[in-house]
């Protein structure tokens, strides 16, 4: 059942992302940009550990759980070790996507020919 | 011609963009981009014992690296173009948007191009992403404790 729940949520998300796009004149970067801040207040909420919970895995695929993650791994920062924790595991959690994201797309950038 | 009624012919005649077309091809795509995650993260808990979390990290990695590999030696932008927040939507759009600036600034150099313009499409996400969290954590510490 989640399967279905998952294939639903994240397809809306996409379908939200795409509806702007095809009525604005905004750039796919907006799109990511207004999708992270949107996670990240739904976040604020506990909307969206709710979504996690029902829908699984298709929650946790789209741009809006960066957002979400961000904030939930600062607000723990906070509560373990005060002010400064906010900055110190603000990274935590989404350290994996941005560290493999970078380490990968630059092994792979190595032996690749420099387009004109 | 007078420029009100160019303007009109211009708005004739330029092909509409399918939105219907469009948006239930980005539905598919994104939902079956979801239902193959789901499907990986339940084989992963049932059959290897893995934790919930762990499995998510696993799916995640699986998805960023193939998004990467794809870009770098297969013809990724192409779909890109295609079904457009089908792929940017996902965690794949931020994964293609490094790869891709880090392909194209290549031949300016290891460092003048690709080490300062590895960030020009996923910096916007990172940064609105730190920023909006940091404002949030600060609102709900101060309002609810």
Redesign the interface.
Same mark, same amino acid.
């Given at each position: 059942m989640t399967i279905l729940y998952s294939f639903l949520f994240c397809g809306f998300v996409c379908l939200i992302g795409q509806m702007i796009l095809d009525n604005s004149k905004l750039t796919p970067g907006h799109v990511t940009s207004i999708l992270v801040v949107v996670g990240a207040f739904l976040g604020m909420i506990g909307f969206y550990d709710k979504i996690i919970d029902i829908v699984g895995m298709g929650a946790s695929i789209p741009i809006t759980s960066f957002g979400n993650t961000l904030f939930a791994s600062s607000y723990k920062g906070f509560q373990s070790m005060g002010f400064l924790g906010i900055f110190k595991n603000m990274l935590c959690d989404v350290s994996l996507g941005i560290c493999s994201a970078i380490i990968f797309s630059f092994i792979f950038s190595i032996p690749n020919k420099p387009k004109d | 011609m007078e420029k009100k009624e160019y303007q009109k012919l211009v708005k004739k005649t330029t092909p509409k %963009?399918d $939105?219907m077309n469009? !948006?239930i091809k980005? /539905?598919?795509?994104?939902?079956?981009?979801?239902?193959f995650?789901? *499907?990986?993260? @339940?084989l992963l808990i049932n059959y290897f014992n893995l934790k919930s979390t762990d499995a998510? !990290?696993i799916? @995640?990695?699986i998805? *960023?690296?193939s998004a990467?590999?794809l870009?770098? /030696?297969c013809d990724f932008d192409k779909y890109v173009i295609k079904l $457009?927040?089908?792929l +940017?939507? %996902? *965690?794949t759009?931020?994964?293609h948007s +490094?790869?891709s600036s880090?392909?194209?600034y $290549? $031949?300016d150099g290891m460092i003048t191009g @690709?080490g300062s313009n /590895?960030f020009k @499409?996923?910096g916007?996400? *990172?940064l609105?992403?730190?920023v909006?969290?940091?404002i949030?954590?600060?609102?709900?510490?101060v309002f609810y404790g």
């Open positions: - | %963009p $939105k469009n !948006s980005v /539905f598919l795509c994104g939902g079956l981009m979801g239902a995650g789901e *499907i990986i993260r @339940l998510v !990290s799916v @995640l990695f998805l *960023i690296v990467c590999f870009t770098a /030696f $457009k927040a089908g +940017i939507v %996902p *965690i759009g931020f994964a +490094i790869q880090a392909l194209d $290549k $031949k @690709l /590895f @499409l996923a916007s996400v *990172i609105y992403g730190i909006s969290a940091f949030f954590c600060v609102i709900k510490v």
